[in-house]
């Protein structure tokens, strides 16, 4: 049996992998994770859609180190409070949704769905594929069903 370790948000993986401890909320941190990832975008509007484009770049392959390593630290596959990967993904969704609120409410509803409910091949990925990589794939996945659902919602809609 794995006895599993706390994270420590001095140091600089943990801090990173629970998003400066919005991990630690204990209730739905995966949803906080993501509204996070909705507040860097935010953020980052001005900086443009390259610099942004090369943020999510960084953010989803850093994801697979911070992640795994974390996981590794913690001593279990994808501790709850690691939102990393949803940060990372929901940012990058938002790369492909059209500037308004309802856009990105519909988006954050849609990969929350897909990222908890995990259908298939979302569900494949995430019990095949271990370690940071595998953490990171589920929520790529994830995310990648959101944005097609979202194309098919406005072209239908």
């Not at 897909?114 to 990171?136: N, Y």
């Not at 996945?141 to 809609?157: M, P």
């Amino acid at each position: 049996m794995n006895n599993i370790e706390k994270p420590t948000m001095s140091n600089p993986i943990h801090f990173f992998a629970f998003c400066g401890g919005i991990g630690l909320i204990g209730l739905a941190p995966g949803t906080a994770g993501t509204l996070f990832g909705i507040l860097v975008w935010w953020l980052t509007l001005d900086a443009g859609f390259l610099i942004q484009s090369l943020m999510a770049i960084i953010f989803l392959t850093a994801g697979i180190w911070i992640c795994g390593k974390c996981a590794k630290d913690l001593n279990v596959h994808d501790h709850p409070g690691i939102v990393w990967d949803e940060m990372a993904t929901m940012f990058t969704i938002l790369l492909f949704q059209p500037m308004s609120w309802q856009n990105w409410l519909l988006a954050f509803i849609l990969f929350r769905i897909f990222d908890i409910w995990k259908p298939w091949p979302i569900s494949f990925l995430d019990k095949r594929v271990s370690g940071g990589l595998g953490i990171m794939l589920d929520d790529i996945a994830a995310g990648a069903a959101t944005v097609f659902t979202c194309i098919l919602w406005r072209f239908y809609f």
